[in-house]
């Protein structure tokens, strides 16, 4: 398919035995794909399935050319193919790595955005201040702070994006330097360090688990808001005398912090500096059609322009990851990608889950049926090139083209796993209409079909349902690449409109609260 007009169905791979309604199908209506036609058995809603063949009972069904589960009865050609008549079917695999590593792409080095440069040289896309809670018990007091902010004060600094207090849920009732604590320093140190953080205060209760000294010891943090390293700020509720005494003593931390801040201005920097997190949420049938390879291609543009590219939601490449294997730069690469599908086989398994359960059912009923056509779907964000690294949750990412992050699939901790990491900026691929916001990194919002993009316009920011219509997947690739360009550059996205993005973040709690 090449996406230059409008479609009834999409016939994905010439070995695929079903095809994927670009719009609502009618009983009885004759739809054509390849060089065939099938009349429709039973009305069909955008995103769902079709057979074009008989399928008996146990065979398997094919998307993108490959396995996405057996038939549980015989399927006549015509038939809506879901979750009555398709079946999740473990299946033993062999990997294959570094088998099929791409070519590079040819280098694009004339692309620039126009960012902060940081005393330390990375590069942001937003100039943020914020107040980091170490622990769940001095969120309050983290956001009496930001409330306190008089708006009139930071009109008098329009170089700053605002102020955003970083609250979460944990920080105690962990066991002290376990696997949950170490990752929650990651993430806080993360956010603190961040490219689009030019100031930070961190703020603890003081008889905490996650004490502001280790996480201050592990986490190498500095304060960068003058441009030289000084000793980070921290307060501790116990130590200052309370919560309004806490309040006060930040109030003038933040605003001392301000004019520094104020002082930085963008200026053209490569493409290459750019960090990109692919994520996608309340997909559809159509998203693996349209969103996801859409900002595949975009990945692509900027692998090429030097930038990096994160893929994340381990739990949704499973049934998909032999792709990412053979692409792997090398075969230690692709087998740490699988050790990590092995831990959350055994996470799910220990907890009383299992991985197939992941489709939501607004998944299915946007025409999902099975985590591996979830998961076939969500890798084309990845987009072609070859993968260069695999990274722990919130882990520092130190490698340029395209790389992978083990993350939930659950959105918001996995984005704020990706940035914690680096990403300085977010694309989000939706279907069903996720509504997500990322402070302090702009998410772009990319719809998989027209009719919830008109839907929830106020909410998203790229059509992809056009490839069903009139463009290419790489057109409007090309549209995505130029428009992080430009929101990297200061164009808001329709979250940032909204002020949606405080409440996202969301640091993954892996253990046990005690």
């Given at each position: 398919m090449?996406?230059?007009?409008?479609?009834?169905?999409v016939h994905l791979h010439?070995?695929?035995n079903?095809?994927?309604?670009?719009r609502?199908?009618s009983?009885?209506q004759?739809v054509?794909f390849?060089?065939?036609t099938?009349?429709?058995?039973?009305?069909?809603?955008?995103?769902?399935k079709v057979a074009?063949?008989?399928?008996?009972q146990?065979?398997?069904?094919?998307?993108?050319?490959?396995v996405i589960g057996?038939?549980?009865?015989?399927i006549?050609?015509g038939?809506?193919?879901h979750?009555?008549?398709l079946?999740?079917?473990e299946?033993?695999k062999?990997?294959?790595f570094?088998?099929?590593v791409?070519?590079?792409?040819?280098?694009?080095t004339d692309?620039?955005f126009?960012?902060?440069?940081?005393?330390?040289?990375?590069a942001?896309t937003?100039?943020?201040l914020?107040?980091?809670s170490?622990v769940?018990?001095?969120?309050?007091v983290s956001?009496?702070?930001?409330?306190r902010?008089d708006e009139?004060?930071l009109c008098?600094?329009?170089?700053?994006?605002?102020?955003i207090?970083?609250t979460?849920?944990?920080?105690?009732?962990i066991p002290?330097?376990?696997?949950h604590h170490d990752q929650?320093?990651?993430v806080?140190s993360?956010?603190?360090?961040?490219?689009?953080?030019a100031?930070?205060l961190?703020?603890?209760l003081?008889?905490?688990v996650?004490?502001?000294t280790?996480?201050?010891?592990s986490g190498?943090l500095?304060?960068?808001?003058?441009?030289?390293s000084k000793?980070?700020?921290?307060?501790?509720i116990?130590e200052c005398?309370g919560?309004?005494k806490?309040?006060?003593q930040?109030?003038?931390i933040v605003?001392d912090?301000?004019?520094?801040?104020n002082?930085?201005?963008r200026?053209p920097?490569?493409?290459?500096?750019?960090?990109?997190?692919?994520?996608?949420?309340?997909s559809?049938?159509n998203?693996?059609?349209?969103?996801?390879?859409?900002?595949?291609?975009?990945?692509?543009?900027?692998?090429?322009?030097?930038?990096?590219a994160?893929?994340?939601?381990?739990t949704?490449i499973?049934?998909a990851?032999h792709l990412?294997?053979q692409?792997?730069?090398?075969?230690?690469?692709?087998?740490?990608?699988?050790?990590l599908?092995?831990?959350?086989?055994?996470?799910?398994k220990?907890?009383?889950?299992?991985?197939?359960?992941n489709p939501?059912?607004g998944?299915?009923?946007?025409g999902?049926t099975t985590?591996?056509e979830?998961s076939l779907?969500a890798v084309?964000?990845?987009?072609?090139?070859a993968l260069n690294?695999?990274f722990?949750?919130?882990?520092?990412?130190t490698?340029?083209g395209?790389?992978?992050m083990d993350t939930p699939g659950y959105?918001?901790?996995?984005i704020?796993?990706?940035?914690?990491g680096?990403?300085?900026?977010?694309?989000?691929?939706?279907?069903?209409g996720?509504c997500y916001?990322?402070?302090?990194v702009p998410s772009?919002?990319?719809?998989?079909n027209?009719?919830?993009y008109e839907h929830?316009v106020d909410?998203?920011?790229v059509n992809a349902?056009?490839?069903?219509?009139?463009?290419?997947?790489?057109q409007?690739?090309?549209?995505i690449f130029e428009?992080i360009?430009?929101?990297?550059?200061?164009?808001k996205?329709?979250?940032?409109?909204?002020g949606?993005?405080?409440?996202?973040?969301?640091?993954?709690?892996i253990?046990p609260?005690?």
């Amino acid at each position: 398919m090449n996406g230059r007009k409008a479609v009834d169905v999409v016939h994905l791979h010439s070995d695929d035995n079903i095809v994927v309604a670009a719009r609502q199908l009618s009983a009885g209506q004759h739809v054509a794909f390849g060089a065939g036609t099938v009349e429709v058995r039973h009305p069909v809603r955008l995103g769902h399935k079709v057979a074009t063949q008989r399928i008996k009972q146990g065979e398997t069904v094919l998307k993108y050319g490959q396995v996405i589960g057996r038939a549980s009865c015989d399927i006549e050609p015509g038939d809506w193919v879901h979750v009555q008549n398709l079946a999740m079917s473990e299946q033993a695999k062999q990997y294959d790595f570094a088998t099929q590593v791409p070519d590079d792409p040819p280098p694009i080095t004339d692309r620039t955005f126009m960012g902060y440069r940081r005393a330390d040289g990375k590069a942001g896309t937003r100039n943020y201040l914020a107040v980091i809670s170490a622990v769940n018990c001095s969120a309050s007091v983290s956001k009496y702070i930001v409330d306190r902010l008089d708006e009139s004060i930071l009109c008098d600094y329009p170089n700053v994006d605002g102020v955003i207090a970083l609250t979460h849920s944990t920080g105690c009732g962990i066991p002290y330097g376990s696997r949950h604590h170490d990752q929650l320093n990651r993430v806080l140190s993360g956010f603190a360090k961040h490219p689009n953080v030019a100031g930070y205060l961190l703020i603890g209760l003081g008889c905490e688990v996650a004490t502001l000294t280790r996480l201050v010891e592990s986490g190498d943090l500095v304060q960068l808001t003058h441009g030289k390293s000084k000793a980070p700020p921290t307060l501790s509720i116990q130590e200052c005398g309370g919560t309004a005494k806490t309040v006060e003593q930040g109030l003038k931390i933040v605003a001392d912090m301000l004019p520094a801040a104020n002082d930085v201005k963008r200026q053209p920097i490569a493409a290459g500096e750019l960090m990109l997190g692919l994520e996608c949420g309340g997909s559809d049938g159509n998203s693996g059609v349209t969103a996801n390879p859409a900002l595949g291609a975009a990945a692509d543009l900027l692998v090429a322009a030097g930038g990096t590219a994160v893929l994340s939601e381990t739990t949704e490449i499973y049934g998909a990851e032999h792709l990412l294997t053979q692409r792997a730069r090398s075969r230690q690469i692709g087998e740490k990608l699988i050790e990590l599908i092995d831990w959350w086989k055994w996470y799910a398994k220990t907890l009383g889950g299992e991985l197939d359960n992941n489709p939501t059912p607004g998944n299915k009923d946007g025409g999902l049926t099975t985590i591996y056509e979830k998961s076939l779907g969500a890798v084309a964000k990845g987009g072609t090139t070859a993968l260069n690294g695999v990274f722990d949750y919130a882990e520092l990412v130190t490698k340029k083209g395209f790389v992978f992050m083990d993350t939930p699939g659950y959105d918001p901790p996995s984005i704020t796993g990706m940035v914690a990491g680096g990403a300085n900026m977010v694309c989000f691929t939706t279907g069903r209409g996720s509504c997500y916001g990322c402070k302090p990194v702009p998410s772009i919002k990319i719809a998989s079909n027209t009719p919830m993009y008109e839907h929830m316009v106020d909410d998203m920011d790229v059509n992809a349902g056009v490839v069903l219509e009139e463009q290419t997947v790489q057109q409007v690739g090309q549209h995505i690449f130029e428009m992080i360009l430009d929101t990297a550059s200061g164009k808001k996205t329709k979250s940032e409109l909204h002020g949606v993005g405080e409440e996202e973040f969301v640091p993954w709690q892996i253990g046990p609260i005690l």
